[in-house]
């Protein structure tokens, strides 16, 4: 339901995807002078649902700084977890790479939160702002006419709306119906695994030649997402505790001493998308726009940043010219996130003699993180990246 009293059916710009960029982006709306009713979120699920998916998710400094602008941060703040330091490296072979936020002079590089509490904080700004949002309610169906889109709801409403907007968990996206422009032929399994030796914030990324593996630190232990070949994902699933541990351990090494316990293990199947849909008055940002392999964590950090953009856009001129622009200043972002990590997915992976130290190519690579690490102006760029995307 609405946290309006009375909805109205005409709005400037309807978002479909209570999601943390839908929401983001409203609030960015409201934020440049966008007045409150003229706002529609549109969300599948309840409130409550949204708010208790207890799923950890990386955020990037640079979008910390989002956060801060819509006064969402503060809550955040209390139940996430700095990133001080990634530690990068190659299973296997020599070389790694330590990015550490000192020599960049922010206080973390990212943070890791449960992205039930991003709902929750960017969902009580957003109605202490007085935006409408619809839910749990589906969208059925759109209407694209020359002045306007009309939206109809699964609860029986229709609404009108200069513009539309796909957001991230939009629940009637075109992206979700394209074919893959890139099958990893990998599946990322995630858990919340303990360690002996924990490091405090200090996150990992190992590259296996099956694919990487990212501990992210969280509640006095990491977050995992291991991406293997579907069949070592079924394998894995089939373990017990201890021996799916003890694969864990011979695949990540002894740097945070014995892995002691894993929560229940999920997986889901990897891929790319990256051409975002747009038509005279409709476009999609976030996941409805892109979704990229979870290596480095870029995919929310990329639609936090599409907000941005189309924010400040929208909020001068609702039109259908706007949207062009909006494309045209995206896309430079856009595409060099989707090719850093699809190129960061691939690279390292070593089909024909998997955990052989003999590859001549693999050995390349090792010895490439290593230079990056001495190498401080490519250190600084890769970082820079990580945390704001193409500036």
Not at 134 to 141: D, Q, Y
Not at 286 to 291: C, E
Request: contains cysteine; glycine residues 6%; aromatic residues 6%.
């Amino acid at each position: 339901m609405s946290n309006a009293s009375a909805s109205p059916s005409k709005f400037d710009i309807a978002i479909c995807g209570a999601g943390p960029v839908g929401l983001a982006l409203a609030l960015l709306l409201h934020k440049h002078g966008v007045a409150a009713e003229h706002i529609a979120l549109i969300d599948a699920k309840t409130l409550e649902q949204s708010s208790n998916d207890p799923r950890s998710i990386a955020l990037s400094y640079g979008s910390r700084q989002i956060l801060e602008q819509v006064a969402a941060w503060p809550m955040i703040a209390n139940t996430a977890t700095p990133i001080e330091q990634i530690h990068v490296s190659r299973q296997g072979y020599f070389g790694r790479t330590l990015i550490d936020c000192q020599e960049h002079k922010v206080p973390a590089l990212g943070y890791v939160t449960r992205y039930g509490a991003l709902i929750a904080s960017l969902s009580a700004a957003a109605m202490a702002a007085g935006i409408t949002i619809l839910r749990p309610t589906k969208l059925i169906a759109s209407d694209e006419q020359e002045h306007q889109v009309t939206l109809t709801l699964a609860d029986g409403q229709t609404l009108r709306a200069n513009i539309m907007v796909q957001a991230e968990g939009g629940v009637f996206s075109e992206q979700a119906k394209r074919p893959l422009q890139r099958d990893y032929h990998q599946t990322a399994i995630i858990a919340h695994v303990q360690t002996s030796k924990p490091i405090s914030q200090r996150a990992f990324e190992r590259f296996t030649s099956e694919g990487p593996l990212a501990l992210l630190p969280q509640d006095k232990g990491y977050a995992l997402v291991w991406c293997v070949t579907p069949d070592t994902a079924t394998h894995l699933l089939a373990l017990s505790e201890a021996e799916f541990l003890q694969a864990l351990q011979q695949a990540f090494g002894t740097r945070l001493g014995r892995f002691t316990h894993t929560t229940q293990r999920h997986t889901y199947a990897l891929g790319l998308n990256a051409n975002p849909a747009i038509s005279t008055r409709t476009i999609a940002i976030g996941n409805a726009a892109q979704t990229l392999h979870p290596v480095a964590g870029q995919g929310l950090n990329l639609g936090l940043r599409d907000a941005v953009v189309l924010a400040r856009l929208l909020a001068q001129h609702p039109t259908p010219a706007t949207l062009q622009q909006y494309h045209a200043e995206r896309t430079a972002d856009r595409s060099l996130t989707c090719r850093l990590t699809d190129t960061m997915a691939r690279v390292f992976i070593d089909k024909h003699a998997r955990d052989s130290v003999c590859n001549p190519r693999q050995t390349m690579l090792g010895w490439s993180l290593g230079l990056i690490d001495v190498f401080h102006p490519a250190k600084h760029l890769l970082a820079e990246l990580m945390m704001f995307g193409r500036r």
